[in-house]
């Protein structure tokens, strides 16, 4: 095999493809990244109905393959086969053009996302800042496509979301700063951006940054975490595509496959701002306790939880196919879920091989913790009523910027406790010396 | 310092997008396309703050252009009333200006091509590029203090200023 597939597989090298330089695993982490979010994304799907639908005590999709599993693969061919439709008076270009710049957006910022230390397709010295600039792009997709539409409905859209996405970026922002204030604790007392640097500093400082200072960064978190919600128009915040007003908001005039491009980012957009707040406050790739319980055997047990994790999807799945029908008809969906079944028992028995446990655990710890913030995103949508558009106004420019520069502030404070002791205690003296 | 890969390529694709993009700005009859082939334009700057070892500059500028000034533009074209702005006339006929402002430029161009590298203040510190950012806080934060005060003073007058002229009664 030619070398510059095989040196990056040296068990020494623990960079990822972009700093080793090495274009040809880069390419293929792109590729993985990017087949892996549409995987997720279109899982995403079938999970927010079917957990929707029980949280309002409904069956959810149930037709298409056993418990709707074939949903979203009926839906794709429904969306590709759809009319495209282009409406009369539309600037032709912009409205071609939106949803890739909103795709393109999307899918450039899981350019950094660290899957692992080594699980990332590169790692830049401004990752984070990188990640928030690529993310702002998704914006102008937004604007052009309810611009270019036009129509009234998707103007009003547009309105409303780069107006939200603009004033919640910057609550977003502060809330980042402070956790980026907290890598600097350090010997040397220089922070990073990196998004790599900043899980291992936590690491460094045996604590995620979402505990550090408490409440501070308890407070900065939940700052990051309700605005994430408004940056990517969800529910509460979804008034850009409010359906009781707007009918869909800025994709209102798109049909077939580019309103299916509108839901990729969407989703797309949805796991890599959680992926930014698993970074920044959860400790990324992380597993629970990695210092206090170390050694061997705790090693051993935590490596050992993706592979149980699909041995239990593994019985999940078996234990669905005894409860099929016994008719003639389910035969065949009875016979393709006992195959999902022995497909994630394959896997899991994969993910118990040792070279595969150890360099798979990081990225199983780091999609764990996404898979919270995406359960929570459905969570929202099953419960919270709609903002009006003032009060949202008011929630992300008097209560959610002041929070953020209070708890920046105060965590600069609390970082230089010492030396700002140190300065009050010598003044008194000075003071009472004269 | 080691060239990395195609760096003079990158530099004339990105420079020529940069150009034509900026010629489209001005020469596109719609207010909200001009806009977009600015962006374009401030995009492709930020690669070549990108060439130039400056991510940092390069990162600020897509967040604060592109993802803030820029979305406020539009969000202003797309409240004027597109029709007239039609109609309206897209140059001045202001020859006098615009031969001054081509001879200077002209000049310009001509003594740097000239004399070269003479000309420009020479770096004094090449930072490698994994300290970059932090050299910025440190340099802000140490020997520019004084005009990173008053560049925040002026937006606080700004911000000000803008809260007054757009509110009637305070």
């Known amino acids: 095999m030619p070398d510059f597939i095989t040196n990056y597989l040296d068990k020494s090298v623990q960079v990822t493809p972009g700093q080793y330089g090495s274009p040809f695993w880069a390419l293929v982490y792109i590729l993985l990244v990017f087949g892996g979010v549409s995987l997720a994304v279109v899982c995403m799907n079938w999970l927010e109905r079917k957990i929707l639908a029980h949280m309002q005590i409904r069956l959810g999709p149930m037709r298409v393959g056993p418990h709707g599993l074939l949903q979203p693969i009926a839906d794709a061919i429904k969306l590709i086969l759809k009319e495209d439709i282009i409406p009369e008076g539309a600037d032709r270009f912009v409205f071609w053009l939106a949803p890739m710049i909103i795709l393109l957006a999307v899918f450039s910022i899981y350019t950094v996302v660290p899957f692992g230390p080594a699980h990332a397709i590169t790692d830049m010295n401004i990752g984070i800042l990188f990640m928030l600039g690529v993310s702002s792009l998704g914006v102008l997709g937004i604007v052009m496509a309810g611009w270019a539409s036009n129509s009234h409905y998707p103007l009003i859209g547009a309105l409303r979301s780069s107006a939200q996405m603009v004033s919640y970026e910057v609550a977003m922002g502060l809330a980042v700063v402070s956790a980026v204030l907290m890598t600097s604790l350090n010997a040397e007392g220089t922070g990073t951006l990196s998004m790599i640097g900043i899980v291992q500093a936590q690491y460094a400082q045996h604590v995620w940054f979402v505990f550090k200072f408490f409440p501070l960064g308890l407070i900065a978190f939940f700052i990051f975490a309700v605005a994430m919600v408004a940056e990517t128009n969800r529910a509460p915040f979804d008034l850009p595509e409010a359906e009781s007003e707007l009918t869909a908001g800025f994709h209102t005039e798109y049909s077939g496959l580019r309103w299916s491009l509108f839901m990729l980012g969407e989703y797309g957009a949805m796991i890599a701002v959680s992926s930014i707040a698993v970074t920044l406050w959860l400790g990324g790739w992380m597993r629970p306790f990695p210092n206090l319980l170390r050694g061997g055997t705790w090693d051993l047990t935590f490596s050992l939880f993706p592979a149980l994790t699909f041995f239990g999807l593994a019985g999940l799945t078996f234990y669905s196919t005894m409860g099929m029908p016994k008719h003639s008809y389910f035969r065949a969906q009875t016979i393709g879920l006992g195959a999902l079944g022995a497909v994630f028992a394959l896997i899991g028995l994969v993910l118990l091989v040792p070279p595969v446990r150890g360099r798979v655990q990081d990225i199983y710890w780091f999609i764990l913790k996404i898979a919270v913030f995406m359960y929570l995103y459905i969570w929202y949508r099953g419960t919270f009523p709609r903002y009006r558009f003032d009060q949202l106004m008011k929630v992300g420019w008097k209560i959610l910027l002041p929070m953020g520069i209070g708890v920046l502030m105060l965590t600069g404070m609390v970082a230089l406790r010492t030396e700002i002791w140190d300065f009050v205690y010598q003044s008194i003296r000075r003071l009472v010396h004269v | ?170």
């Open chain 2, 1 to 170: 310092m080691e060239q990395p890969v195609a760096t003079t390529f990158f530099f004339y694709l990105l420079s020529g997008l940069a150009i034509l993009s900026g010629v489209l700005v001005i020469t596109r009859k719609s207010p909200v396309q001009a806009a977009l082939a600015l962006i374009l334009t401030l995009l492709c700057l930020a690669g070549l703050y990108l060439m130039l070892y400056a991510p940092f500059v390069a990162g600020v500028q897509i967040i604060l252009y592109v993802g803030g000034i820029m979305v406020l533009f539009l969000f202003v074209i797309m409240l004027v009333n597109l029709e007239r702005s039609q109609r309206e006339k897209q140059f001045n006929q202001q020859w006098i200006a615009g031969v001054l402002a081509a001879v200077v430029l002209g000049a310009l161009f001509i003594s740097i091509y000239t004399k070269g590298k003479a000309l420009l203040l020479r770096p004094v510190v090449e930072f490698p590029e994994a300290e970059n950012t932090q050299k910025i806080g440190q340099m802000l934060y140490s020997n520019y203090m004084f005009p990173f005060e008053i560049a925040s003073l002026l937006l606080l007058v700004a911000i000000i200023g803008a809260v007054v002229m757009a509110k009637k009664r305070i």
